[in-house]
């Protein structure tokens, strides 16, 4: 599909409503998207296969080394095996299943609020690196809690599972292995529903860190797309490719419902003032003054904040997607450097999730320390807010009292400027609901409200950002918005034009903010002339999206339902009918 979206573009030609009504020909359901994300999702789990067959884990030479002196001291190989069933991670248990959580049998009987999906999960071992997944689909494993009783379709797979939000390696890294060699980023295994064990398509760092954050937080099941849904390849069977375009339409879904999103950035924390100041920031009480922060302090904590913002990871348009589905569960994942010492641990929302089974972490100190930094979205939109308010009001007004701090004012908010403006640019701060009346949306399940954007903000955000396959900008905006109708992107893609396919989702999902002049940079000078007999009507109707949709700039991000039109917009070959209201004034 071509993308005519970054720059100022020709008028789109006489006969687009022909083309839009044949493009709203290829809507899909949404209601089985959505079904698809109750019932077929799978997810990444330690797979211990070998530790249940044989005792130990092939992989674990400390684990072989001590079953082997069991076996050497006496202890029958079965007794062995026992004993080592009750070994987690490096630590003895008791009472509990051998991966450190209540077995599936004992779990609803020991407590009934603790969830039987992930209670069945072994926990990931936190005292050395595994190299062995197994993919765990709740729907089949547990058949007895979606398919035998009366409250069986109202059930959903629980929300205790880490969604990894990353970037892809660049397409022309990762075609270097077209040759079938192996490449040596990639050393984990895979055993697929079907028992056949396969190489990962993930990098080893991309699954390290997402193990880690895992334990960070007690989890023990794993979502990432490469792993966890079948990928479009030429030679994938086309149930495949319709489960791919499923979840595709459903990863608002996916991530929104995650405890925990993890937002993998490739910044390493080296600077050790870099984490105080964030920390002495992030929470400030004002009544107690502004804290005490001095140049060094201000100057790691604008570095830190400067390269969290050019991050790689803020460059992609799955990626904002991502970030705006988890809401209040993103965490901005950082990597630890050496001698940087562990922040204290951020709690999960549990009131709104609740049910996570008890870990071995709760009581144990981990084996290995974590790699990663773990800063809640919200937290870091609070440090750039703050930030900015402590430099351009209290700084300014503090005048001679500045001594204190030893900072140069000019200097600190003239640097401090750029970087906090594009910090802003990336988490914009939610709107506040007014006196909305809030429509139930058409769909089958409800996760709760969620953030949303309309058509003009993610637009906005989509401008900035890359994209490998054009037509998938499409499902990201439809899933930015939470449209209940939907296109399906394969269709859609040879219709040639990105603008033309975005209008057609939009006006079918009565979302007119793309053709509001307002929401334009200048908007003065995108207007069309109405009097222009050289302009045809379709672009009257439709500027300035026509021609100036790189121009668009305006983000409201939102936790509320708007109302929508209840007579959506008729893409017809004859036009576009739009429903309204006919006032007789007397």
Known sequence: ??????????????????????LSQHTIDRKEAETWASRSLKFLVYDDTDERINGYDSDDEQGMTEFAMKVSMGSTATDAKEKNHSKVAGHETSGVHKDGGPSAENSADANDSKCEICSSCPEFPHNRKIRKFRLFKPFDDLPGRFRNDDRSASRSICPHYVAVSYCWPPEVDSAQRKDGSDDARITYQVRDLDGTIRRSRTLDDVLD??????????LRMIWIDQECLPQPTADRREDERHEHQLGVQAMDIVYHRAIVTAGLHDVTVTDPLQIPALFSIMDINWNMGPPRLNGDLMNSLLNLIEAITHDRWNSRAWVVQEALSAGSGLLIVLRRGRGIPEPPRFQTNSSRFGGIPEHTLDNNPRGMPSEVICIPGDKLRGVVQNTKFLIERIFASLGMALYQFDIHVANVRQRAGLILASAEALYPALAVAGDQTVLSLVSGFNYGHRR??????????????????????????????GYDVRLDTRAVAAGGSLREGLLALTLLNGDLSLLVPEAYTDSGSVLVDLNDSSQHSGSKMISPFDNHAHQINHVSPRNFNLPRLLVPPRLTKGGITLAAYVWQVK
């Open 452 to 481: 949303t954007v309309d058509a003009a903000g993610a637009l906005t955000f989509l401008n900035t950002r890359e994209c490998r396959y054009q037509e998938d900008r499409i499902a990201i905006l439809a899933n930015m918005c």
């Open 1 to 22: 599909m071509e993308s005519d979206l970054k720059q100022e573009c020709a008028p789109l030609s006489p006969g687009l409503h022909m083309r839009l009504a044949s």
């Open 209 to 218: 860190r997402a193990i880690d954050v895992a334990n960070e937080f007690r």
